[in-house]
C-alpha cells in the first residue's frame, strides 16, 4: 500500500486513514489524513481530530474538529464533541462545546459552562468575558481577562486590549496588553496596536505594526496600511 507521503490524492489518503484508524493504528492515520485536509478533502480533518482524540492530543483535536467546522462539517464536529462530553473522553469538550454553542447563539446561559471551562480551555475565558461585555459587566469582564493575564493564557491578552481601549478608554493598558500578546506571538496584535498609534498620530509606529501584520497575511491590516500610506 502507498505511503502518506507517496503522489496520491486527497481522496486515495483518506480511505488510507480511514483504514488505518479502524485498525486501531491511530499514528500513521493521523499522517495520513493531515496530508489528505493539507490536499482539500474536509472530511480528512473529522478523521483527524477523532485519531487525534484517540490518542489523547486534545489540544490538536480540538482544532482539527473546528476546522471541520469552519468548512462545512459542523453537525459532525459538533456531535463528535457532544459524545466526547458526554463520555467524559475529552477534558476540554465541554468548554469547547459551550464556546461553539455561544458563537451561535450569544445565549447568556452558557455563563456557567463558559466559566467552568476557563480552566481547561483558554478560549472559554474570552467567550467569557465576551458574554459579560455583551450583557453590559464591563467591569467583571476586564477582571476575568486579566485573571487569564496572569495565568500566561495568550488568548487574553488581545481582547484585553481591545476592551481596555474601547470600553474604559485607556490605551496606555491598552497599548500594555497588545504588546504583550505581540510578545507572546500573536501576530494580528500587530494590528491594533498599529491602529492605537494611528489614532494617536504616531503614523511611524501605526506603519511599522501595520506592516509586520500585513506581510504576516493579515488583510485587515493590509487595508489599513494602504489607507494610511494614501493619506
Do not use: K
Not at 489528505?36 to 490538536?60: F, N
Amino acid at each position: 500500500m502507498a505511503r502518506p507521503d507517496s503522489p496520491e490524492d486527497a481522496d486515495d489518503l483518506y480511505d488510507r486513514g480511514f483504514d488505518l484508524a479502524e485498525a486501531g493504528d491511530h499514528e500513521q492515520a493521523v499522517a495520513a489524513f493531515r496530508r489528505a485536509a493539507e490536499l482539500g478533502c474536509v472530511l480528512a480533518w473529522l478523521g483527524l481530530g477523532t485519531s487525534l482524540g484517540e490518542l489523547h492530543r486534545w489540544d490538536e483535536a480540538g482544532s482539527a474538529f473546528q476546522r471541520a467546522a469552519e468548512l462545512g462539517s459542523a453537525d459532525d464536529a459538533w456531535a463528535w464533541r457532544q459524545r466526547s462530553a458526554d463520555a467524559g473522553d475529552d477534558p476540554q469538550a465541554a468548554a469547547v462545546l459551550a464556546c461553539w454553542r455561544w458563537e451561535l447563539t450569544r445565549d447568556p446561559a452558557l455563563e456557567a459552562d463558559l466559566r467552568a471551562g476557563t480552566t481547561d480551555h483558554p478560549p472559554a475565558r474570552v467567550a467569557l468575558a465576551d458574554l459579560m461585555r455583551t450583557d453590559g459587566r464591563v467591569e467583571e469582564a476586564r477582571a476575568v481577562l486579566e485573571a487569564g493575564a496572569l495565568r500566561d493564557e495568550l488568548d487574553s491578552w488581545l481582547p484585553l486590549g481591545d476592551l481596555c481601549l474601547v470600553e474604559f478608554e485607556d490605551d496606555v493598558a491598552a497599548e500594555a496588553a497588545y504588546r504583550a500578546a505581540i510578545d507572546g506571538g500573536d501576530v494580528l496584535a500587530h494590528t491594533n496596536l498599529g491602529m492605537l498609534f494611528r489614532e494617536r498620530g504616531d503614523l511611524a509606529g501605526a506603519v511599522r505594526h501595520l506592516s509586520i501584520a500585513a506581510e504576516d497575511g493579515d488583510e485587515l491590516a493590509a487595508i489599513h496600511l494602504r489607507e494610511l500610506l494614501d493619506e
